[in-house]
C-alpha cells in the first residue's frame, strides 16, 4: 500500500492530528468531537447524522489513534470496496476481507492481517461472525468495532437484515473492545430497537439533525409521468448522476428504456439482475459518468457518489424511514440536489387496502399503519416539507426551510366543500365499485364505454362537475384519499366511502381546505430554486474546473477508481476559486490532507499553471 500512514498515527496519536494531517479538516463538525472522545475513552456509542454529515469520521479517527485494528462491519461489498479506495487515497493501511477477492489478493491480505500491517478491516456480518475468523481476531488487538448501516439491525428499520441481530454476540467476544453503531435514518423505536438488539445499554446516544439544507424537497400528484419525470431529469442533465426509484423491476426496466428513447444515458437496476449485469451497472455508476440509474431499492446501500444531483421516486416509499435515506443519496457532496416524489391517489388507497389485508401481528400492523400514514401526510402537507419529514424523526425544526416546493410557491387553497360533495356523493350512486377514472367520467359528464355500459349516464350526478377539468377532479378525488375519507373497497381497484368519517361532510357539518396542485400551477420558480453550484462560478473559474475534471478522470482511470475517491467536486471548485501557486497554498484547500498532498500536489499545480 503506496502512501501508508507512518507509525506516529497507530494508537496513541491525538484525534485532531489525525484530522488534520490525515483527512485534511482543521476541525470536527457538529457531533464529530464527542463521539470520537467518547470512542477514544473506550466507551460504546450511537451516532445518528444524515448522509453527508461525516459518520466515518466518528471511527476512522479514533481506530487510527487507539491502539490496534479498527473492524467496520459493512452490509455491502461495494460500500466496503469504496470506504477502502478512499482510505487508500489518504495514505491509510485500510483493506476489506470479502468474497470477491481474487485469490492471490486474499492471500496478500491474510499475511498483511497476520503481521498487524492493516489499521482498519471492512467486513460482512456473515463473514465476522464465522468461528475461525472470531478466534483469530481474539488473539488480535482491535481498537473499535463499528457497525456501519446500523439500522440493518432493527427489526422495525426499513432494510432489516436477520444476521446483523447476531452482531451481539460480539460483546462476549471482545468485551473490552469499544462499539460503534451508525445510521443516517432512524426513528425513535428503531433506536431503541439498535441499543437493545447489540446489547449496548449504557451506549452514548448522539443525534444530530436530520436537516440536510443542501437538499430541495419537491413533491406532485401524478399528471403526466413520463412528462413530469423527464421535466425533473432535464433540470440536472449532465451534472453528475441520477437515480429513479420505482417499485417493481418490471417498471425499472420499462422507464429505463422509455428514458433512453428520450436520449438519457438511462440503466436498469434491481435483484433480478445477474450478478455481471449489477457489477458492469454499478462499475460505470462508479465511473462518474453522467447517467440515470432506474432501480428498485435493491439499489440502495453502498451508493457512495457524491454527485448524485437528483432522486426521484416515481412510486411512494413505504415509510419516512426508507425516503430519508433513499433521497439522502444526493448530494454527499454538500452541493444542492433536487429531491422528487411523484404519488397517486388511487396508490394510496391501495396501500392502505394491503395493510388492511396483511396478516401481521397486531402491533407490527399499527407500527406500519403510522408510518404509512405519515408517509402520506408529507406528500399532502401545505407546509413546510421539511419540517413535516423532521418531526417524524422526533426533531421539531424552528423555522419552514426556506428549500422545498412548499416554502419556495407556498401552495393555494380553497374551500373544498362543495367538491368534496359533489365526488363523495358520486362514489355513493356509482355503487363504490369504480376507480377515479370512472368517477371523474361521470363527473364531468363524459360518455365512455364503462359509463355506457353500466347506465351510469342516467344517474342525478352525472355531469355535476363538468366545469372542471380532469385533473382537477382527479386532485380532489386524491386528497380526499388522503385524508382517509375514501378507500380502496377491494383489490380490483373500486373506491368507497369511509362510514366513520364521510357523514359530516356529506351534511357540510366540517371545513375542508383542499390545496390546489402544485403541478397545475407555474414551475418556473420551483425550476429556479437551488441552481447549481456550479453556475456560480465565474467564466474561467469554470474552466480551471473542467480542466482540474478531466485531469481527475485520466488519473482514476489509470488507477481504476472511481474519481470521486480522488478528490470530491467542492474540493476540485474549491482549488479552481483560490488557484493556489505553492504546495503549502494547495494544503489550505479543506478536503487535501498530507497524503493527497504528496500524490497529488504538483499535478494540481502543473494544471493550474498550464491555465494562466
Known sequence: MDGAISSEFVGGADPLDVLRKIFGF???????????????????????????????????????????????????????????????????????????LEPITRETLWGQLRSGQIDLLYISPERLLTPSLLDFLKRRTLSL???????????????????????????????????IALTATADTRTRDDILAALHMPQAHVFIASFHRSNLFLQAQPKIAETRQLVDALTRHAGQGAAIVYCGSRRRTERVAMMLREKNFTALAYHAGLSPTEKRATLLR???????????????GMGIDRPDVRTVIHLDMPASPEAYYQQIGRAGRDGETSHTVMLYGGEAIAKARYWLEQSQAPAMEKRTMQGRLESMI?????????????????????????????????????????????????????????????????????????????????????FGIGRDRSENWWRMVIRQLIARGVILLTGEHGGLGLNRETVRPLLRGDVPVPLMEDASLKTQSALNRAGEHEELLLSEEEKDRFISLKEWRLMEAREQEIPPYVIFHDAVLRDIARYIPSTMDGLAEVKGVGRSKLERYGEAVLAVLKRLQ
Open 377 to 461: 401526510a408529507i406528500t399532502e402537507t401545505t407546509g413546510c416539507r421539511t419540517q413535516a419529514i423532521l418531526s417524524c424523526f422526533g426533531e421539531e425544526f424552528p423555522s419552514p426551510c426556506g428549500h422545498c416546493d412548499n416554502c419556495v410557491h407556498p401552495p393555494a387553497t380553497f374551500d373544498g366543500k362543495e367538491a368534496a360533495q359533489k365526488v363523495l356523493s358520486t362514489v355513493y350512486k356509482t355503487g363504490e365499485r369504480f376507480g377515479a377514472v370512472v368517477l371523474t367520467s361521470v363527473l364531468r359528464g363524459r360518455v365512455t364505454e364503462t359509463v355506457e355500459r353500466h347506465a351510469l349516464n342516467h344517474l342525478s350526478v
Open 285 to 299: 455508476f462508479r465511473s462518474g459518468e453522467p447517467l440515470v440509474i432506474v432501480a428498485t431499492i435493491a439499489f
Open 145 to 179: 468495532i463499528a457497525i456501519d448501516e446500523a439500522h440493518c439491525v432493527s427489526a422495525w428499520g426499513h432494510e432489516f437484515r436477520p444476521e446483523y441481530r447476531e452482531l451481539a454476540t460480539l460483546r462476549d467476544y471482545f468485551p473490552s473492545v469499544p462499539r
Open 26 to 100: 482543521n476541525q470536527f463538525r457538529g457531533l464529530q468531537e464527542d463521539a470520537v472522545s467518547a470512542v477514544m475513552q473506550g466507551q460504546d456509542a450511537l451516532v445518528l447524522m444524515p448522509t453527508g454529515g461525516g459518520k466515518s469520521l466518528c471511527y476512522q479517527v479514533p481506530a487510527l489513534c487507539r491502539p490496534g485494528m479498527g473492524l467496520v462491519v459493512s452490509p455491502l461489498i461495494a460500500l466496503m470496496d469504496d470506504q477502502v479506495a478512499g482510505l487508500q487515497q489518504l495514505g491509510v493501511r485500510a483493506a476489506a476481507l470479502h468474497s470477491e
